[in-house]
């Protein structure tokens, strides 16, 4: 049936498969039909691409208009830029940094948000200006505020949003500060990943609004955090599901070499080595990153991998203090760790995957997250009292 639906180009194909995964409710077929998403795809994308891949090739609407209109009535994601627009293909460049988000990731952030005709609505991160159409015919443009911060993808946005008959506010500028002429709104939404959610979002939203965000992990793994704003100006709620979009700018990471771990010497440098019965491939996936990552702080992976099918799992600090390696064979049952300065990276591992474990591996929406008034963040499992431990 998926197959079927994938191999229609045209939106009644993608809407029958956006139902029936239930991603498209009924409170937003009308927008889905109103808001056609071949309006706010430029000629040349990259379908399905979330990361540098090295062999994927532009989709050019120009010399392949079939191909093209498979694309955008597909439910996979389309890469509009490159590395802040510096790259222009063919091929990919090195980051992806703006896309028209895979439908059935919208409709149901769209879902989640719970808009009623008339509610005010903050978008940060316009990108291609798609979701803000939809918001636009759902709540009325003038209801809808919408923040990018690359001035390009504004100006081609704007131009869209133009053409399709939506005027809703658009701003050039930093999302993470929302826009508080618009302040107080009842619903704010963001389409970029964040490490943090900005104070500022939470204080321009009213008491009892809702907040729906990709929320992510230093380690890895992200899911849609779907918060309610108290009183007091904190906010909580739970996980809705796992996502994977790209890093607002102004939470990006810049991670350093392996070589300035090891302080000019070869691997293993003066690393401490021990075997361990945990593989690597048990803590690889999303969700085991994700529910690591709740645990542990200012740790990331990276794997090296070989032509047999081994790899070296990498362990990182980002004060560049503390590094471990755990490498992964085919078919062992132990695997050789090397650990090296003051934090046990791979020992804080192992602790949170065993928690996680422990917990009967949890998914996406067992997990919340809490923002107090004072900025801090606390995830928690089930209920905002049983808080996530922290490890390290």
Request: net charge negative.
């Amino acid at each position: 049936m998926r197959a079927r639906h994938e191999g229609e180009a045209g939106p009644e194909g993608l809407a029958s498969l956006l139902v029936e995964q239930g991603a498209l409710t009924s409170e937003w077929i009308s927008a889905y039909y109103a808001v056609p998403r071949e309006d706010f795809v430029p000629d040349v994308m990259w379908p399905g691409v979330t990361r540098s891949g090295g062999s994927v090739r532009a989709v050019d609407r120009r010399a392949d208009p079939g191909s093209w209109l498979r694309a955008v009535y597909s439910d996979v994601s389309l890469t509009t830029q490159w590395d802040d627009g510096t790259h222009t293909g063919p091929g990919t460049g090195t980051n992806p940094t703006c896309s028209n988000s895979q439908p059935s990731m919208v409709f149901s952030m769209l879902a989640a948000l719970d808009v009623q005709p008339g509610s005010t609505v903050l978008e940060v991160g316009t990108g291609t200006g798609w979701n803000a159409a939809l918001l636009s015919e759902r709540v009325g443009s003038a209801n809808v505020v919408t923040v990018e911060f690359d001035p390009e993808n504004a100006a081609t946005a704007r131009s869209r949003l133009d053409a399709a008959g939506y005027d809703p506010v658009t701003v050039v500028g930093d999302g993470s500060q929302g826009w508080k002429d618009g302040a107080p709104y009842d619903r704010a939404i963001v389409t970029a990943s964040l490490r943090e959610i900005p104070a500022e979002i939470i204080r321009q939203t009213r008491a009892g609004g809702v907040i729906v965000s990709p929320y992510a992990t230093t380690y890895g793994g992200e899911g849609i955090v779907r918060l309610t704003v108290a009183e007091d100006g904190g906010a909580a709620g739970p996980f809705v599901g796992s996502s994977a979009f790209m890093r607002l700018r102004q939470q990006r990471s810049y991670q350093r070499h392996t070589r300035e771990y090891l302080g000019g010497k070869p691997w293993p440098a003066n690393g401490r080595r021990t075997l361990t019965t945990l593989s690597p491939e048990e803590v690889g996936g999303w969700l085991p990153m994700f529910a690591i990552g709740l645990q542990t702080h200012g740790m990331f992976p990276w794997a090296e991998r070989y032509a047999d099918g081994s790899y070296t799992l990498w362990l990182r600090d980002t004060e560049v203090t503390s590094w471990a390696t755990a490498d992964f064979v085919p078919g062992a049952r132990e695997f050789e760790v090397c650990t090296s300065g003051p934090r046990d990276l791979w020992g804080e591992l192992v602790a949170a995957h065993r928690w996680w474990e422990e917990q009967g591996r949890p998914g996406f929406e067992r997990f919340g997250l809490s923002v107090t008034p004072e900025g801090v963040h606390r995830a928690w499992l089930d209920t905002p009292e049983c808080c996530v431990p922290a490890v390290g």
